[in-house]
């Protein structure tokens, strides 16, 4: 019996490189996965590589209609989802000076927004689950930038520190409330991804700068997706029942 | 195949609560224990209950705050399993009293169990993990050795000085790839919790658990299976780092 047989999660972002290993290691571990995306091609590709237990779903995070219709998709199929990973994220590197406000605006929608209707959908699809269930699950991506400031990230920082303090309040009500429902932020370093691609300077290359990121980090190697992906299948497992409204970080030590 | 299969691990104060619950999780998932703790009687308690799981355990009696059992628990360790791959420090003590009763004598009594205790045990450990290729360290700690509380100005100040030496650990450790992370248990429900709460733990149960924002007291195996978590290969991009187990308390 794997640790989440008879689970339903949805992964927002699921059909990026990151995405896919979280919902590869949710599938591996016996959940039903929704892949999430406004990737279609890549998101069907994935979902059919889970077999029976892949669903796409196409979603637009910053779109409400889109989160409604996604849940419904997810509802109509399997039933309610248990577990919801907000993964989906935005970065464009631009310092203060060179970010614009449409900038800042496009990584405050998806990260913030995403992850902001991600809850309430979650919330609202999880809330009357009975005490003697496993709890329903929120797990937000935040990031070890979340924490700390950086100077090319202005609005990508901000955004994560957002989520990090959106993840307490959601766990927060919800006990408040007597729901059966756990949210915790998840905090990954540099981790090998198209996000961390984005991040190469001009005129470096990524074996370079992969390098340098190395050198960041206590564990001196760039993480790979399965690690925040374990971490992931861990904290929606009922192994993590007691743990909740707080930051999980994946980051190599980069923020001891 | 668990997830600590192969692997030989440590736990202090194995012989009640969370350090209990810790040697069964683990064991659980695999790994071999050496459950130390100074009362023989509950030392043997605990080998029963990891060997009704399943599990390979030595009980192996210590008191943390001795340099000797530290080496005589080294020694036990090597000659019965060969090798070392994680420690557990958790064995600790506290001490719930306002400021003006605490005395001296208390705040040393902590330092000596809470902080001297786990520096002990990471100084001892360090050699057979540098040797065993890395391995994980985790020092128990608690939420108020992040935040604080009431009545804990000597328990408080050991677990924060603990978070110290698990950041130096992370940092020197890295090298070497030995992982240093610490663990923060909110109210977990012991048997410990009598000996401070007092008797009749049915007049004061929930009032723990309104302290709770879940309104529920933690298992000691909801600290065993993070534990389990972060001594395995699945953690192994985490060092440095706090994990809270506590129902959303730390949040408050």
Not at chain 1, 230 to 241: P, T, V, Y
Request: with cysteine.
């Amino acid at each position: 019996m794997a640790r989440l047989d008879g689970r339903i999660a949805l992964v927002s972002g699921g059909a990026g490189v990151l995405g896919q290993a979280i919902c590869a290691r949710l599938a591996a571990d016996g959940a039903r996965v929704a892949v999430a995306d406004i990737d279609e091609a890549k998101g069907r590709a994935l979902a059919s590589s889970l077999g029976a237990n892949g669903l796409f779903v196409a979603l637009d995070v910053t779109s409400e209609d889109a989160w409604r219709a996604a849940m419904e998709t997810v509802t109509k199929t399997w039933g309610p989802p248990d577990i919801l990973v907000n993964n989906a994220g935005y970065l464009k590197p631009a310092n203060i000076e060179q970010a614009t406000l449409a900038d800042w605006r496009k990584t405050m929608q998806i990260n913030g927004d995403g992850t902001f209707l991600g809850c309430k959908f979650a919330v609202a699809a999880m809330k009357a689950r009975p005490k003697s269930a496993s709890s329903g699950v929120i797990i937000n991506l935040s990031s070890a930038m979340g924490i700390r400031g950086r100077a090319p990230h202005p609005a990508y920082t901000a955004s994560k520190a957002a989520i990090r303090l959106l993840t307490q309040s959601v766990a927060k009500h919800c006990a408040a409330e007597g729901y059966n429902i756990r949210a915790v932020a998840v905090m990954p370093g540099a981790i090998d991804s198209d996000m961390l691609r984005l991040n190469i300077p001009a005129g470096s290359t990524k074996d370079d700068y992969y390098a340098q990121v190395s050198g960041l980090n206590l564990v001196g190697r760039v993480g790979k997706p399965a690690d925040v992906a374990n971490a992931i299948a861990f904290l929606a497992s009922d192994e993590a029942g007691f743990i909740s409204g707080t930051d999980f970080p994946v980051d190599g030590g980069s923020t001891v | 195949m668990g997830v600590l299969s192969g692997k030989v691990v440590i736990v202090t104060g194995a012989t009640s609560g969370i350090g209990k619950g810790c040697a069964i999780e683990m064991a659980k998932a695999g790994a071999k224990v050496v459950a130390t703790g100074r009362h023989e009687e509950r030392g043997a308690n605990t080998v029963r209950l990891v060997k009704e799981v399943g599990g390979d355990v030595i009980f192996v009696r210590q008191d943390v705050t001795q340099e000797a059992d530290w080496v005589k628990v080294m020694d036990t360790t090597l000659s019965t399993y060969g090798r070392l791959d994680c420690l557990l420090n958790n064995a600790g003590e506290a001490v719930v009293k306002p400021l003006e009763q605490l005395t001296i004598d208390h705040l040393q009594f902590l330092l000596r169990v809470d902080l001297e205790g786990p520096f002990l045990g990471m100084k001892h450990a360090w050699p057979h993990l540098k040797k065993a290729g890395g391995g994980t360290i985790m020092n128990m700690s608690s939420i108020t050795g992040q935040k604080g509380g009431p009545k804990g100005s000597a328990y408080c100040a050991a677990k924060g000085a603990q978070l110290g030496l698990t950041r130096a650990g992370a940092l020197e450790g890295a090298p070497f790839n030995i992982r240093v992370n610490s663990i923060h248990p909110g109210m977990i429900w012991t048997e410990g919790i009598p000996d401070v709460m007092g008797p009749n733990p049915e007049t004061y149960r929930h009032l723990l658990e309104a302290t709770v924002p879940t309104k529920v007291l933690g298992e000691t195996w909801h600290v065993g299976t993070a534990a389990v978590y972060l001594a395995s290969d699945e953690a192994a991009y985490i060092t440095g780092a706090e994990f809270n187990v506590d129902g959303g308390k730390s949040a408050t």
